[in-house]
């Protein structure tokens, strides 16, 4: 089955954006297909790489990042959300004249329209956290 | 056959991001003409209340965003009656131009019938 998963909450903050993980983790594991993850919300801070927990705890950027190198999986990020709330890459701190990017490798901005698409093109469309 | 999209919005107006970013995400899905239906639920039921002045906490009005819905192509919401009624809502205050609003009952089978749900 085709499976889209939408992810509203931060990585640290609630249990949802791990559980968003594993959940990817599992469906793929069993078979399934996973067509997109798409950010939305305080989800866009689970694509921040600057994000940088102690040692001893999960590191969820980390692993988000070493299954998409995995898969190959199309990690977007709403790119209206994360301007709120600074997630921005090389070009988009540039267009803005921020000091700083952060977007981590893997992770992609992309507008709202992605995620209609993932309803479109998927058979599950599973919510996590909001 | 296309498939059939519903958008909850369960939360109030101002109190989370969600409920914004909520109709920004139902907004861009009709502008890609997969406009969702809406359904109002639990203290999303208030986004339909007229008279808010967000501008007293600096917030921009959620308002726009629900009279930009017929402009898409979305000329019905439906609400929750018992998430009216548990907030003393009367039905007669909520009113949207150039959108019809429908009350649902049976929340339950309205939503069993959607082949992908939206929560916000």
Redesign the interface.
């Known amino acids: 089955m085709k499976f889209s998963l939408a992810v509203y909450s931060a990585p640290h903050s609630s249990q949802s954006a791990a559980s968003a993980l594993r959940f990817a983790q599992a469906l793929l594991a069993q078979g399934h297909q996973l067509y997109r993850v798409f950010f939305y919300c305080d989800g866009v801070h689970n694509g921040s790489s600057i994000a940088a927990p102690p040692q001893d705890e999960f590191d969820l950027v980390g692993q988000w990042q070493a299954l998409q190198r995995q898969h190959q999986l199309d990690l977007v990020i709403c790119i209206a959300a994360a301007q709120r709330r600074g997630v921005l890459s090389e070009r988009e701190a540039e267009r803005l004249e921020k000091p700083a990017a952060n977007l981590a490798d893997g992770f992609e901005l992309a507008g709202l329209g992605q995620l209609a698409d993932a309803v479109a093109n998927s058979d599950r469309l599973v919510t996590f956290g909001g | 056959m296309a498939?059939r999209?519903l958008a909850l919005c369960r939360q109030a107006p101002y109190g989370s991001?969600?409920a914004r970013?909520g109709l920004?995400?139902v907004l861009?899905?009709a502008?890609?003409d997969?406009a969702?239906d809406l359904l109002l639920l639990r203290d999303g039921a208030f986004q339909l209340l007229g008279d808010q002045s967000p501008e007293g906490i600096g917030q921009k009005s959620l308002q726009r965003n629900l009279l930009a819905l017929p402009m898409f192509g979305v000329e019905r919401v439906y609400v929750c009656e018992r998430s009216l009624m548990e907030r003393g809502i009367d039905a007669k205050r909520i009113e949207i131009p150039g959108v019809k609003v429908e009350l649902v009952l049976d929340t339950g089978s309205f939503i069993a019938a959607y082949d992908?749900?939206?929560?916000?």
């Open positions: 498939k999209t991001a969600l970013e920004e995400a861009a899905a502008a890609m997969q969702p992908t749900v939206l929560s916000f």
